[in-house]
């Protein structure tokens, strides 16, 4: 928990929403959702999309790029009202909507031109990051502050609820030898490892 004071939800909410406006509006906007959504191979881990109910990149990939680039603007929202206070900045949020900001921040150039360009600075880093998204936080106030409606539930998954998957999946990952959340895995590519796998 940051000892960092927060500032009003409604003013990150007002300039989020000035942010968003600025990005959408901007000649590399419609290159940042293609660059983002072109390398698929290259986002999943085993705790992030894979938590989110029937996952299916083909369905999912635009509602979590519009999850994530929401809150990039917060986040950059808070960073500009506290005069560049990094861990304030680094607001609580989803597993697979981080995951998503992750991808999106991928494209590195793109995003610093951009920003650069508009005025804004995009925040993230992963020394800062916390986890354990509820309801009713401040990221859920500033949301809401933006006038964005209620966070979609498919994609807002609460720490208790992230934690009851994270179970599920783990011992799914554990019958095929993944262990750890993926950081381990038994399979050494031979074919009696893979008969047991595909099998």
Not at 105 to 121: E, F, H, K, P, V
Not at 122 to 141: A, C, I, L, N, Q
Request: with cysteine; hydrophobic share 40%; proline share 4%.
């Amino acid at each position: 928990m940051t000892t960092h004071p927060h500032p009003d939800a409604a003013a990150v909410g007002r300039r989020a929403t000035q942010i968003l406006d600025l990005i959408e509006s901007s000649d590399e906007h419609a290159r940042l959702v293609d660059s983002t959504r072109k390398y698929p191979d290259c986002w999943a881990t085993f705790t992030g999309y894979p938590i989110i109910a029937r996952f299916d990149l083909e369905m999912d990939a635009e509602p979590l790029f519009r999850e994530a680039l929401r809150v990039l603007c917060l986040k950059s929202a808070v960073y500009e009202l506290t005069g560049g206070d990094e861990e304030a900045a680094e607001l609580v949020v989803s597993a697979p909507v981080d995951e998503m900001v992750h991808a999106v921040l991928a494209q590195y150039t793109l995003c610093a031109s951009m920003t650069r360009r508009l005025g804004i600075q995009f925040v993230h880093m992963t020394d800062r990051e916390r986890f354990g998204w509820h309801r009713g936080d401040y990221t859920h106030e500033c949301y809401l502050a933006a006038g964005w409606g209620e966070p979609t539930e498919r994609y807002w998954i609460d720490a208790d609820e992230t934690r009851r998957r994270l179970k599920i999946l783990n011992n799914r990952y554990a019958s095929i030898g993944i262990h750890n959340e993926g950081r381990r895995h038994d399979i050494d590519f031979n074919r009696g490892d893979l008969a047991l796998v595909v099998g």
